[in-house]
């Protein structure tokens, strides 16, 4: 049930396509009416080191924290535009801390703006597997995927952030405390408590396709 990370494989944001939103992020960050800087190559390097290395991390985040895929590329431009206007502030090491509080910062700014717009959009789920396969292999996955999404809703903010960062991402508890501003000790207890959540939503799921007709 759990679909885990593959890197590099968003098909509707990959770095190949992505040179228009790169090219959008590094003048969003530049001040036109200040002098060439001698260092502005040195800090343009660093802006698309981060968006090549971390741009699938902050997709998958903001698809997980629930915003509709069809705003997912522009809100992950907002998060790295973000990053590159704080790229000398950023210490290194603690990039993907400051991307995953900018990214929960975008995503409940957005979903706020489509609560007041009542405009909430049917959407498919945040595939980020490579779209190759059959069309059977496609639609399980499709619906693996809209199935996971349902269960992460129902874990609420706290016990889906952990399990979205331990389960999903893979990273480990003392980056993950880093990242929350917590004791590791929390971070365990809230994903073991994540965890038993998701196995109860997972058998209540079953058991409710297996009573239908």
């Excluded at 090219?23 to 343009?44: E, N, V």
């Excluded at 971070?187 to 997972?202: H, N």
Aim: overall charge positive; some cysteine.
């Amino acid at each position: 049930m759990i679909v885990r990370r593959r890197p590099g494989n968003n098909p509707s944001m990959t770095l190949v396509g992505s040179g228009a939103a790169l090219d959008q992020i590094g003048r969003s960050a530049t001040d036109p009416l200040m002098p060439t800087d001698p260092a502005r190559s040195t800090t343009d390097t660093a802006i698309r080191t981060l968006v090549r290395e971390q741009l699938d991390f902050v997709w998958r985040l903001l698809r997980r924290f629930r915003v509709p895929q069809a705003d997912v590329d522009d809100a992950s431009q907002q998060v790295f535009i973000v990053a590159a206007r704080r790229i000398d502030t950023i210490e290194p090491g603690s990039e993907r801390a400051f991307l995953y509080g900018t990214a929960l910062h975008v995503a409940a700014t957005l979903r706020r703006g489509l609560r007041r717009r009542q405009k909430w959009i049917e959407t498919g789920p945040a595939d980020c597997a490579s779209p190759s396969g059959t069309p059977h292999e496609l639609l399980e996955r499709r619906q693996a995927l809209d199935a996971l999404d349902e269960l992460l809703a129902g874990l609420g903010h706290q016990l889906r952030v952990v399990f979205v960062l331990c389960e999903l991402e893979e990273l480990p508890a003392p980056e993950v405390a880093a990242m929350l501003g917590v004791p590791i000790g929390t971070v365990s207890s809230r994903l073991r408590r994540a965890r038993e959540k998701f196995r109860m939503e997972v058998g209540r799921m079953r058991a409710q396709k297996s009573s239908r007709p």
